[in-house]
C-alpha cells in the first residue's frame, strides 16, 4: 500500500467515524432492540436497524446492520457490513467483515478479508483472519492470526499476533523522538508477534521491537516525504479512496432512510415516472429559490434565526435528493431481475444496489457529474411533489 493511500485511510478513519457518531445521535431514537436466538436460523439476508442488535444465532446470508451496540456471537455465511458505536464480533463468518464503529473488536474467526476502521479496533488473540486485514484507527492491538498481509494506520498500533506474510503500516506524524518513552511510540512490534514476511512503516521514528518478537523478512522504516514523481498516482488513490468515502456515507444515509420511512420511499418511488419533466421543474425551483430567500431573509435581523434554519433544511434535502433517486434506480434494476413477479424486491437490498451502482456512475468525469446533479434535482423533485401531495390530503 502506498503511504498517499494509508493516509486516505486515517482521513477515511476520522471521516467515518464522525457518520457512526451522527448514527448514534439518530439511533438513540429507536428505542427498539433487535435479538437473533441461539436455536434461530435466518435463511436469507439479515438487515436491522436498532438502538442494540445482538445475534446468536445462525444467518446464511449477509448481515447489514447499524445500532449503538451490535453484538455477533453467532455464525453468519455470508458478509458483515455494520455501522455502529460499539461492535463486537465473537462469532464466525463465513465472508468478509466491513466495519465502522467507534469502538471495534473481533475475537472470531472470518474466512476472507477485515476492513474496519474506529477510534479502537482490537484483534483479539483467538481470532482469525483467513485472508487480509486493512484498519485504520486511532488506538489498535492487533492480536490474532492473520493468514496473509496486515496494512493499516493510526496514532498508536501494537502488532502481537502472528502475521502469514507482509506487514504495512502508517503512524503517527508527529514528532516524539525527543521523549523515549515507550507509550509515545507509534508503531510497537510486541512480545510473541511473528511477521513471516517484510515489516514496512511509515513513521517519525523507529519502531519498538519488543524481545521475543519475530520478523522473518526486512524492517524497513520510510518518512513521510513524497517526490515529485509520485503525485500523479497520490492524487488518483486520492480521488479513489473520496469516492469510497462517499459511498459509504451515502450508504449509511440510506440506510437510515430505507429503515425509518419505509412508507415514504415506497410512495415517492411509485413517482419516479410520472411526470418526470415537472419533477425536474419543482427540483431546480427549490434548489435555485431557496438560497435567494434566505439571503434575503439574513438582511433582516429576526429573519436570521429563520435563514439559518432554511438553509440547513435545504442542505438536508439537496443531499438526500441525490441518494432518494439512487434508490430509486436500484429498486428498477431490482424489478427487472427479479425472477417472482408475486414477491417485491427487499427495499435494503434495493437502496445497496441502487447506491453503489449509481455513485461509481456518479464517478466518471463529467458525464458522472452532469448525471449526479441531475440524480440531485430529480431527487429534490420527488420530495418536493411528495410533501405536496401529503399537505393537500391533510387539508381534505
Known amino acids: 500500500m502506498s503511504k498517499t493511500r494509508l493516509g486516505l485511510v486515517v482521513f477515511l478513519a476520522l471521516f467515518v467515524g464522525f457518520f457512526a457518531f451522527q448514527a448514534k445521535a439518530l439511533m438513540a431514537q429507536n428505542k427498539e432492540s433487535q435479538y437473533v436466538a441461539k436455536e434461530e436460523v435466518i435463511s436469507s439476508n439479515y438487515f436491522s436497524v436498532g438502538s442494540s442488535i445482538t445475534i446468536d444465532g445462525k444467518v446464511q446470508g449477509d448481515v447489514v446492520c447499524a445500532g449503538r451496540s451490535i453484538v455477533i456471537n453467532g455464525f453468519v455465511d455470508g458478509d458483515v457490513l455494520c455501522v455502529g458505536q460499539s461492535i463486537t464480533i465473537n462469532g464466525e463468518v463465513r465472508g468478509n467483515v466491513r466495519v465502522v464503529g467507534s469502538s471495534v473488536a ?3 474467526k472470518v474466512a476472507r478479508n477485515v476492513f474496519v476502521a474506529g477510534s479502537d479496533v482490537n484483534l483479539g488473540s483467538k481470532a482469525e483472519v483467513g485472508w487480509d486485514m486493512l484498519f485504520a484507527s486511532a488506538y489498535s492491538d492487533i492480536r490474532g492470526v492473520i493468514k496473509r498481509d496486515l496494512e493499516g494506520a493510526g496514532a498508536a498500533i501494537t502488532v502481537g499476533g502472528s502475521i502469514g506474510r507482509n506487514v504495512n503500516l502508517y503512524g503517527d506524524r508527529n514528532d516524539s523522538s ?24 511509515t513513521a517519525s521514528q523507529d519502531a519498538v521491537v519488543e524481545e521475543g518478537a519475530t520478523i522473518k523478512g526486512s524492517n524497513d522504516r520510510h518518512d513521510f516525504a513524497l517526490n515529485r514523481s509520485g503525485d500523479a498516482s497520490s492524487a488518483a488513490a486520492g480521488y479513489m479512496w473520496w469516492r469510497i468515502i462517499v459511498i459509504f456515507a451515502a450508504l449509511l444515509i440510506g440506510l437510515i432512510l430505507v429503515s425509518w420511512l419505509k412508507r415514504p420511499i415506497y410512495e415517492i418511488s411509485q413517482k419516479i415516472f410520472i411526470k418526470p419533466y415537472a419533477t425536474i421543474g419543482y427540483g431546480l425551483l427549490f434548489i435555485i429559490v431557496t438560497p ?13 434565526p429563520l435563514a439559518l434554519m432554511l438553509g440547513a433544511l435545504w442542505l438536508m434535502i439537496v443531499y438526500i435528493g441525490k441518494v432518494i433517486t439512487a434508490i430509486m434506480v436500484g429498486q428498477e434494476i431490482m424489478k427487472r431481475r427479479k425472477q417472482d413477479e408475486s414477491k417485491k424486491p427487499s427495499i435494503v437490498f434495493s437502496m445497496v444496489v441502487g447506491i453503489v451502482v449509481s455513485y461509481i456512475i456518479f464517478s466518471i468525469p463529467v458525464i458522472g457529474g452532469l448525471l449526479g446533479m441531475l440524480a440531485t434535482i430529480f431527487g429534490v423533485g420527488l420530495i418536493w411533489i411528495y410533501a405536496k401531495e401529503k399537505s393537500m390530503r391533510s387539508t381534505l
Not at 179 to 199: D, E
Not at 292 to 304: H, P, Q
Open 106 to 108: 473481533i475475537n472470531g
Open 292 to 304: 435567494i430567500i434566505c439571503v434575503l431573509l439574513m438582511f433582516t435581523f429576526i429573519g436570521i
Open 178 to 201: 525527543k521523549n523515549n518513552n515507550n507509550k509515545n511510540q507509534t508503531i510497537t512490534i510486541a512480545k510473541g508477534a511473528v511477521i513471516n514476511g517484510n515489516l514496512s512503516y
